[in-house]
């Protein structure tokens, strides 16, 4: 039986390609800064993304992690949306281990944040508070359905926490999603913002790994805080080798995850108990709603399950299903036929 996982991105096996230049990889010792593909890494990953710098790091979570700690002293306070990734899936690792105080404000449907609001949430000088020091931005939005942030929407949030001396993180853990979506190049969405975080192992396909970038004094500092979390890691270009890959010959192809998911969505509108706004599906992520008359979450996801279609339960009656590099036009057709049988009987 053909399985059709739409978990997520980071199910992506490596591309041929990959295996071909990491088998091949030139490495060193990345710690001491000897490691030519991690460097070389680096500088495309600045330069796509308009940065003086970058730095190789595990994962998204680590990425963030070490752009907050970077960024804030302990007892600082970070404001960030109240679905952002780094509030509700990273463990709580900003206060664990930085003792970063969040303090959130409401998510707009379009992964958005007001303005206003921003600006009401930022705490005056008083001894009672927290000193509010950064601001965190996602793009696009996994929440909100991988919502892609406009340069507009990301500066009119940008211009709030320049006014008030807060420094900007933008978890851009799908930045290239948005900017295929938008059509625009990626570095306009980072622009505003003092540090970036994105994933090298999500819909780029990469096996592992992620960046942050920002200035060469910040990245420098990051490097340190990376050390500090036990991310520095030696013959990394190992790795790294796939994600140059990733970034030279992943990126486009990204356009057809999008239209695979707009299938899909345009699909699941057509049936009958479930609840989506094709015109809201605007990358690779679906997220769609479950009539509670028609069948329990739990049972719908197994049910599929075992017809072959993974996808994920998020909770009061929703689903997620994203799109990438394993999956074809014709998954989607299978994924939706199966759907409709489970719904029909
Ligand atoms: C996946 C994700 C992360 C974390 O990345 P990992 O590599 O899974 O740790 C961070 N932010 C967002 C928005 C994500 O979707």
Redesign the pocket.
């Known amino acids: 039986m053909r399985i059709v996982d739409l978990r997520s991105d980071?199910v992506t096996l490596p591309t041929p390609e990959m295996r071909e230049a990491m088998y091949r990889a030139e490495v060193g010792d990345d710690v001491y800064g000897e490691d030519p593909t991690v460097n070389r890494l680096e500088e495309l990953a600045a330069e796509r993304l308009g940065k003086d710098a970058a730095l190789f790091v595990c994962?998204?979570?680590?990425g963030?992690l070490v752009s907050v700690l970077t960024h804030c002293g302990r007892g600082d306070e970070a404001i960030m949306g109240d679905l952002a990734?780094?509030f509700l899936f990273?463990a709580g690792g900003v206060s664990a281990l930085g003792g970063v105080h969040t303090r959130t404000v409401r998510n707009l449907p379009d992964g958005s944040m007001d303005p206003a609001e921003i600006q009401a949430a930022i705490r005056p000088d008083n001894v009672h508070y927290p000193r509010s020091r950064l601001l965190c931005l996602?793009n696009t939005h996994?929440r909100c359905g991988g919502a892609p942030l406009s340069p507009e929407q990301t500066a009119s949030m940008c211009t709030v926490a320049r006014d008030n001396d807060l420094s900007v993180h933008l978890?851009g853990?799908?930045i290239f999603n948005a900017a295929v979506a938008l059509e625009i190049a990626p570095k306009e969405l980072t622009k505003d913002v003092d540090s970036v975080m994105f994933?090298l192992?999500?819909g780029l396909s990469a096996p592992i790994g992620?960046m942050i970038c920002g200035s060469a004094e910040f990245i420098h500092e990051a490097r340190r805080n990376r050390k500090i979390v036990g991310g520095g890691m030696r013959q990394a270009g190992i790795i790294a080798a796939a994600g140059i890959v990733a970034l030279e010959q992943m990126v486009d192809r990204l356009e057809e995850d999008h239209a695979n998911a707009h299938l899909l969505a345009t699909g699941l509108a057509e049936l009958p108990g479930i609840e989506i706004e094709p015109e809201d599906i605007r990358t690779d992520i679906v997220l769609f709603g479950l009539s509670p008359e028609v069948m329990p979450a739990d049972q719908f996801q197994q049910k599929l399950n075992e017809a072959g279609i993974k996808i994920l339960a998020i909770g009061d009656q929703s689903f997620r299903a994203v799109t990438h590099y394993g999956i074809k036009k014709e998954d989607i057709a299978l994924a939706l036929s199966k759907v409709k049988w489970l719904l029909g009987g």
Do not use: V, Y
């Open positions: 980071t994962s998204g979570t680590m963030n990734h780094t990273e996602e996994n978890d853990a799908r994933c192992s999500k992620s």
